[in-house]
């Protein structure tokens, strides 16, 4: 079993950056692909960015690519979304999510391909 817990959501304008962190229980942490998603108010969670379990290959929603960065500490059992250059659209509950049936990164943007599931932070981008 992994339980996942989200950090690092908040307030900020338009522009301005923040960096969520998912920090990972268990010992098998470093073998599963993890991912991202969001789901703004009212609508249907969306995937956001995904990273193969050594760290060697991402995958972005297109929507974030060049202002979101996804990385990982293995060592610290914790993963990682930096974002940049946040617009309103953005608005969201970010949830991290693990993957250990080493799916292919092509799929790691489905959302049933993950076993595991934070409780989500909240991230509010002001105009």
């Known amino acids: 079993q992994v339980q996942l817990v989200e950090s690092g959501g908040g307030l900020v304008q338009a522009g301005g950056s923040l960096r969520l962190s998912c920090a990972a229980s268990g010992r098998t942490f470093s073998s599963y692909a993890m991912g991202w998603f969001r789901q703004p108010a009212g609508k249907e969670r969306e995937f956001v960015a995904a990273i193969s379990w050594d760290g060697g290959m991402t995958s972005y929603v297109n929507s974030v690519l060049g202002r979101f960065t996804i990385s990982r500490a293995n060592a610290k059992n914790t993963v990682y979304l930096q974002m940049n250059s946040l617009k309103p659209e953005d608005t969201a509950v970010y949830y991290c999510?693990?993957?250990?049936?080493?799916?292919?990164?092509?799929?790691?943007?489905?959302?049933?391909?993950?076993?595991?599931w934070g409780q989500g932070t909240q991230v509010t981008v002001s105009s």
């Open positions: 999510a693990g993957n250990s049936k080493r799916s292919g990164l092509g799929t790691l943007d489905i959302l049933r391909e993950y076993d595991y």
